[in-house]
């Protein structure tokens, strides 16, 4: 049993001459730690999804990208990243002070947000959500902007972007926290700042080369089922842990966050079967990923049963808005809007509707909260809108003016040329590739037949030499009858660059 917290040093007491572990349960800090390593392991998650789903060319990029976007958070939030979105002395409602900067006197003492755990450890778990946010935004980068000045964008939008909306709803001072908005993990910072800014990021750095875009599709299914796989389990601890503790909000938390994740699946999968007429293995990651980014907000303020219909809307709706990038002519090459933004947004409302007070109280903590409309509490209706659109409009602007201003300094601009973005950004930004064989003939347009100089075959797009290993045609009755030694009956096939 934790002794309670007594100590008056900004540290939480000197631990030469005491034990400052008394104060906390083991088993809340060890849950709390192996959740902050499954949110972390969502990073290298959302890099095998990104990288599955873009052209091959550029695969090794998406995953690069994803890692260090990770790294360049971390930095951020042990520089200044956790004082500005929870210093405890802040006197304003929109941005914490440097009270903390380099996690200056952060270890024993509880947060202001949970008396459960010690602030060092929430501070971490915390940092975790900072380095999935921009792993998501690096999405926006798929197959035509440079790593370099994203990397840039990433410390810069943590600063300006995520850490304010973080402060708004998640400390005590922020103006969403005292108005009694309900977030729960992060629907605002997280998944309305990623989704929107990958909106913005697309649209200052314009559209991919229409060429380009013939017969585009997702050249590795298997890896895009992969990083879905990593990133339903890191998941589980992005909500489960949100509650601090290992207590019952936790296990409601994930217990919501698997059913909004199977039924948002299930609809997404339904809603693309309808008109393919296939039942697509892409279409039912989508809806998992759905799913769970509308639980996020409300797996630990709704009842069990409301996690149903909003795994079936956000599985419907998010599904439809993938054609929004259409009709808004942004070029959000890995949807993330329609998935992060727009999911959001639903789990955002929901709370609005179905947060109920037996379901916050479960952590032993917010015992007394009133919930939403199940609860005759009319106000979330209109705080919960609010604050959708104050976290959306705020995200969009900066996001655009961060990127614009990258864009005038000599060496960031985002965008790579044409002919880096006809090579791909593996090539072009990283010089390795994600397959041991990288054919010359990158694109569509580039298949022809190949031309014979000297007896080697050369490639018609670049001019670029290939190398030739013959095999036995299959389909040939008399191949190996007549064929022989000499092969007379062989095909070649382009399997390696010169």
């Given at each position: 049993?934790?002794?309670?917290?007594?100590?008056?040093?900004?540290?939480?007491?000197?631990?030469?001459?005491?034990?400052?572990?008394?104060?906390?349960?083991?088993?809340?800090?060890?849950?709390?730690?192996?959740?902050?390593?499954?949110?972390?392991?969502?990073?290298?998650?959302?890099?095998?999804?990104?990288?599955?789903?873009?052209?091959?060319?550029?695969?090794?990029?998406?995953?690069?990208?994803?890692?260090?976007?990770?790294?360049?958070?971390?930095?951020?939030?042990?520089?200044?990243?956790?004082?500005?979105?929870?210093?405890?002395?802040?006197?304003?409602?929109?941005?914490?002070?440097?009270?903390?900067?380099?996690?200056?006197?952060?270890?024993?003492?509880?947060?202001?947000?949970?008396?459960?755990?010690?602030?060092?450890?929430?501070?971490?778990?915390?940092?975790?959500f900072c380095a999935v946010t921009l792993a998501i935004i690096m999405g926006a980068v798929a197959e035509r902007g440079r790593i370099l000045p994203a990397m840039v964008f990433c410390f810069i939008w943590a600063t300006i972007v995520y850490c304010p909306i973080a402060y708004w709803v998640w400390n005590s001072n922020g103006w969403a926290y005292k108005w009694g908005v309900f977030d729960y993990a992060g629907g605002g910072p997280v998944e309305i700042g990623s989704g929107v800014a990958g909106l913005a990021y697309s649209f200052v750095l314009g559209r991919r080369s229409d060429r380009l875009l013939l017969n585009f599709r997702p050249h590795n299914v298997s890896l895009v089922t992969l990083g879905t796989i990593i990133l339903w389990f890191g998941w589980l601890g992005f909500n489960g842990g949100s509650s601090f503790g290992a207590n019952i909000r936790a296990i409601y938390a994930t217990w919501n966050s698997n059913l909004t994740a199977v039924f948002g699946a299930i609809s997404w999968c339904l809603m693309d079967y309808r008109l393919e007429k296939k039942w697509s293995t892409v279409a039912i990651c989508s809806g998992f990923i759905s799913g769970l980014v509308a639980a996020t907000p409300a797996s630990g303020f709704v009842p069990l049963w409301a996690?149903?219909?909003?795994?079936?809307?956000?599985?419907?709706?998010?599904?439809?808005?993938?054609?929004?990038?259409?009709?808004?002519?942004?070029?959000?090459?890995?949807?993330?809007?329609?998935?992060?933004?727009?999911?959001?947004?639903?789990?955002?409302?929901?709370?609005?509707?179905?947060?109920?007070?037996?379901?916050?109280?479960?952590?032993?903590?917010?015992?007394?909260?009133?919930?939403?409309?199940?609860?005759?509490?009319?106000?979330?209706?209109?705080?919960?809108?609010?604050?959708?659109?104050?976290?959306?409009?705020?995200?969009?602007?900066?996001?655009?003016?961060?990127?614009?201003?990258?864009?005038?300094?000599?060496?960031?601009?985002?965008?790579?040329?044409e002919d880096a973005e006809m090579r791909g950004m593996d090539e072009d930004q990283i010089g390795e590739f994600a397959y041991d064989y990288v054919e010359v003939r990158r694109d569509f347009m580039a298949w022809s037949a190949p031309t014979q100089t000297d007896g080697i075959p050369i490639e018609p797009y670049r001019n670029q030499p290939t190398l030739v290993v013959p095999r036995l045609h299959s389909d040939s009755a008399s191949s190996h009858t007549e064929g022989g030694a000499n092969g007379s009956n062989l095909t070649e096939k382009v399997v390696k660059e010169i």
């Open positions: 049993m934790a002794v309670e917290f007594n100590s008056t040093l900004p540290t939480g007491g000197d631990s030469t001459i005491e034990d400052l572990n008394v104060y906390y349960d083991f088993g809340d800090m060890a849950y709390v730690m192996i959740c902050a390593a499954m949110v972390l392991i969502m990073v290298p998650g959302l890099g095998f999804l990104y990288s599955g789903l873009a052209r091959r060319k550029s695969a090794l990029s998406m995953i690069w990208a994803c890692l260090m976007g990770g790294a360049v958070a971390i930095v951020q939030w042990y520089f200044w990243g956790y004082s500005l979105a929870f210093s405890p002395t802040a006197s304003n409602k929109y941005i914490g002070n440097l009270r903390s900067i380099g996690l200056r006197n952060v270890l024993a003492a509880p947060p202001a947000a949970t008396p459960l755990v010690p602030e060092l450890l929430f501070a971490m778990y915390q940092g975790m996690s149903v219909p909003l795994g079936i809307i956000a599985g419907v709706v998010c599904n439809l808005s993938t054609k929004l990038k259409f009709f808004l002519k942004i070029d959000d090459a890995l949807d993330l809007f329609a998935e992060h933004g727009v999911a959001g947004i639903i789990g955002l409302l929901w709370n609005a509707f179905f947060a109920a007070d037996y379901v916050i109280g479960l952590d032993g903590v917010n015992i007394g909260v009133t919930g939403g409309f199940i609860n005759q509490h009319w106000a979330p209706l209109y705080k919960q809108f609010a604050y959708v659109c104050a976290c959306s409009a705020y995200t969009f602007v900066m996001t655009c003016v961060i990127c614009m201003v990258l864009n005038k300094i000599p060496g960031l601009k985002l965008r790579a040329d």
